[in-house]
């Protein structure tokens, strides 16, 4: 079995949901340092105890219990953008693995809730505190984790195309610009009201905290 099949088989078991808690940059990231450098099948919390035994059984080692300096398995969560508070700053929208979230520079931002896959990375980026994980509808599938690596891949294809740098940040923050939201087809000065009143309110919950 070539290293390439068996970096395969091991990102179909992984969930997808590109959260770099196993301290990789991704999903399939991951599945290249168990394949080719034997790294510990038991760094995925999206996974979970079930993921770590399909890993187990497909590479014939023992199921060992999630690394909690990794994180635990909690249930699917899915972002919610409090969008009077959003200041369109973009910066959700740059740290989102699979641009489940579309806005625009100084405009708010929204939650594409089918896309997301709870990867939590948006809240960090977010200063002005404006975004919740909150439970999602359902369960996390097969079907979602392909269609969340496709979204992933597209993701990268644009910034490798956009940019040399592809993996450094000026490529991230330059490249991964999701389509315009609807508030963009306001008239301007509805525009720079909409965005005043974002950064009073900022301004307001800052010095209340």
């Known amino acids: 079995m070539s290293s390439l099949s068996l970096i395969d088989r091991i990102d179909a078991v992984l ?17 290249q340092a168990i394949a080719i450098d034997g790294a510990a099948i038991n760094r995925c919390p999206p996974g979970g105890q079930a993921g770590i035994k399909a890993l187990a059984a497909l590479l014939d080692l023992p199921a060992l219990a999630l690394d909690p300096q990794c994180g635990e398995h909690l249930p699917l969560t899915v972002a919610l953008i409090d969008e009077p508070h959003c200041i369109g700053c973009t910066l959700c929208i740059q740290a989102c693995p699979v641009d489940a979230i579309v806005g625009a520079n100084k405009l708010m931002h929204t939650v594409l809730t089918d896309r997301c896959t709870g990867c939590d990375l948006c809240v960090a980026s977010c200063p002005v505190d404006c975004i919740a994980m909150v439970p999602a509808a359902g369960e996390w599938t097969p079907a979602l984790a392909n269609a969340a690596r496709e979204h992933h891949q597209q993701r990268q294809r ?22 315009l939201s609807l508030a963009a087809g306001t008239d301007a000065a509805s525009r720079q009201q909409v965005i005043a009143d974002a950064l009073a309110r900022a301004r307001a919950r800052r010095q209340k905290q």
């Open 15 to 31: 969930p997808q949901t590109q959260c770099t808690k196993c301290g990789y940059d991704g999903c399939r990231p991951y599945a």
């Open 158 to 179: 644009r910034l490798d195309a956009s940019h040399e740098e592809s993996f450094g940040l000026a490529a991230r923050t330059l490249a991964n610009k999701a389509p």
